[in-house]
């Protein structure tokens, strides 16, 4: 049975810093690509970040420059750095992982395994 477990979120002030972790079992993550989303209360999910098992990486515009993606193999388990936190970040954060068929980093579609999310939320 395939399991993403999201832990670290939490309640942050502004400008300070969480890092969440997906930790996977069942599956070897270096497989595959880990995506991360978030969904904000009333708002669609919005993708955050892809980091792909050769190292290509995507970072949405909204999130550049203050997160991070990296993982670690031997612990199967991927990670999402926030840095600069902004009330606007306030979410239910989700990782990913999925397997790309024609393009450098997945579809929606193509994300096979879902964790259960964690909440953050920034204070101003």
């Known amino acids: 049975q395939v399991q993403l477990v999201e832990s670290g979120g939490g309640l942050v002030q502004a400008g300070g810093s969480l890092r969440l972790s997906c930790a996977a079992s069942?599956?070897?993550?270096?497989?595959?690509?880990i995506g991360w989303f978030r969904q904000a209360p009333g708002k669609a999910r919005e993708d955050v970040s892809c980091l792909t098992s050769d190292g290509s990486t995507y970072i949405a515009d909204s999130v550049k420059g203050r997160f991070a993606v990296s993982r670690d193999n031997s612990k199967n388990t991927a990670y999402l750095h926030l840095n600069s936190l902004k009330p606007e970040d306030i979410a239910v954060y989700y990782c990913?992982?999925?397997?790309?068929?024609?393009?450098?980093?997945?579809?929606?579609?193509?994300?096979?395994?879902w964790g259960q999310g964690t909440q953050v939320t920034v204070s101003s």
């Open positions: 990913a992982a999925g397997q790309s068929v024609h393009a450098i980093f997945p579809l929606r579609e193509e994300y096979h395994y």
């Open positions: 069942g599956v070897t993550l270096d497989d595959y690509a």
